[in-house]
């Protein structure tokens, strides 16, 4: 998770002209990033933004309600990239699905991958949002995927894309280089999951 990744030490910078609710979303991304979601509190958002935290009680009801708005975008991709995908065909439909599902992870300084991993309290509804969506891309990218093992020609690729961005978590020195380092190697990714899927194309 990007809690716990080594000389995790970047500050968010907030422009003044974001409102207190945009800046309150950036430093908590930053802070689940840094400390974990589990680790860090409503006190800690609200002191590195230098308020009060009836403040940010104005603006939030609890943390959970941050990390659910924090979430709304990364999964708000993944579903735009399964409904137009849908409309394509072979290559293009599994290369839109995977892209989707690797910019889901670049959201909000990877709190998607903060929150899934971290043991964060997803809420029953993003839970079941996410199984659904995960099942959805099986079968979608079920239909590019070679007939030759192709369940396991699955499995493999994604979890080909969790190694990777296991790896990049553990060599990124912190949230935002984890960000550019996924969005580098996207195109290679991309391409690597494909020909696991279907070697043959």
Do not use: C, W
Not at 22 to 34: G, M
Not at 80 to 103: C, F, H, P, T, V
Request: glycine share 4%; hydrophobic share 40%.
């Amino acid at each position: 998770m990007l809690g716990k990744m080594s000389n995790m030490n970047s500050k968010p910078d907030p422009q003044q002209q974001l409102s207190t609710r945009e800046r309150i979303l950036i430093v908590a991304s930053h802070l689940f990033a840094e400390r974990g979601y589990n680790a860090t509190s409503v006190r800690d958002i609200a002191a590195e933004l230098g308020i009060a935290n009836p403040s940010l009680y104005y603006h939030f009801k609890s943390k959970a309600d941050i990390l659910s708005e924090l979430l709304a975008e990364p999964l708000k991709r993944v579903e735009d990239a399964i409904q137009e995908s849908e409309a394509l065909s072979d290559e293009a439909k599994a290369r839109r699905l995977i892209q989707g599902m690797l910019e889901s992870l670049e959201v909000h300084s990877g709190i998607a991958v903060t929150a899934f991993q971290d043991g964060a309290q997803i809420s029953e509804a993003h839970q079941e949002i996410v199984t659904s969506q995960q099942a959805k891309v099986f079968s979608l990218l079920g239909q590019y995927a070679s007939e030759d093992h192709r369940e396991l020609r699955l499995i493999m690729a994604i979890a080909g894309v969790q190694g990777v961005v296991q790896e990049l978590l553990r060599t990124s020195k912190d949230a935002d280089t984890f960000v550019e380092n996924l969005r580098d190697k996207q195109a290679f990714v991309i391409d690597l999951v494909l020909k696991i899927l279907n070697p043959d194309r």
